[in-house]
DNA sequence: GTGGCACCTAAGCGCTTGCTCACCCTCCGG
DNA sequence: CCGGAGGGTGAGCAAGCGCTTAGGTGCCAC
């Protein structure tokens, strides 16, 4: 199981300077997404960066402080991506495509990274947890502002805006969960796939999409 | 956090025998879904219960053994629901939307049990995860069935149909992990909403109004 | 009354955990 | 050639883990 076996092949993480921090925090995303949080050990972290298991404690004071910069990395990253689908040009239904598309694909790419950032939030500690649920928080709102826009626009038939909101995030985000590279499905395959799915749900008419059916 | 704090005002569990062996199963759920599987220990079990925690080892022959229990029913329950839906009277639509009402609806009211279900299969031994897979692939055979149906029906406009039911099943599944009694949605109004969002992502035609198209 | 049984506990064993500490490299400016 | 700093190690500590074992207690048939 090397670096670039999943979709690490990812540039991300040069944020993180030393390179030896960088390698032990890569490790530590494999294997959390492998066995979870509670059940990966500094030693495992250690040993698939190569290092000691002391080594780890030159970086980061605990093992508590890897998840949390994992954390907020990724939930920097995927906020990044609905933002600018959200900020993007268009009509609602080619920019709630493109959010859908673009965060479904980034959690399909990078689904271990993924996987430690959306399902592993309870592992942190109270005050780092509080953090992130605010750029949760800024997520939904990204997303509820554009279907916001599109039933305004006519564009979209929405009873429950709140609520469609939490589904779409929520199918969106448990990609995650069961995504795995041994699949048939590419991300991008997966991302259009989701995007129509999406669409179908707040009632798009038909805007650039022209599915002319039968 | 009494024994019907959350949706256990539920009789199932009524199939653990003896009393004992019940209480502890009760707390272990209670305890994963606070907690996880890793991160409770089997005096934290043993506690909630009651007991030493020797007592555990009188009932259950170690703490994987409690967990594959908790799955096992969980998913027998589930498969149930969706297979009673696929099953039942009524055109497709009419089926789809009742198989995801109630599952949706067992998901929210258990979401303590059903977090446990859904979240923790990477604890399970080996073996118990591959009998466990299986009951889900029949949970997935069941939606595909009736997806499929209404595909052939004229019913449902599907491109994907094996695509579309993972999403389907995916979208009801993660109701575990977000739901919350202190939200202000109840069981019923989430399955509600998710019927509706369902129907709408495999393009249901009215159902009481035979539309005869084009 | 007594033996057998089902159930439960106190104590603790062997091991692993997150984390620390004393020490050791290698590099580099003066 | 030296001295200090940044990055690393081997050994190990205190605590907590899953699980075991020896023993106690209430109950019931006989």
Redesign the pocket.
Known sequence: MDSAADGSGYQAWSEVT?D?ARRLLVAAVEAFAERGYHA????DI?GRA??????????Y????ELLHRISRIGHDKALEILETAAAGPGTAAERLDAAVRSFVGWHAAHHTTARVVQYELDALAPEHRGEIVALRRESDAAVRRIIAEGVGAGEFDVPDVPGTTLAVLSLCIDVARWFSTAGHRTPDEVGALYADLVLRMVGARPAAVPVVQK
Do not use: D, N, Q, V
Request: charged content about 20%.
């Open positions: 030393p030896a990966t050990t500094t030693r250690a190569g290092m000691s298991p002391a080594a780890l404690y030159i970086h004071k605990t093992k508590e």
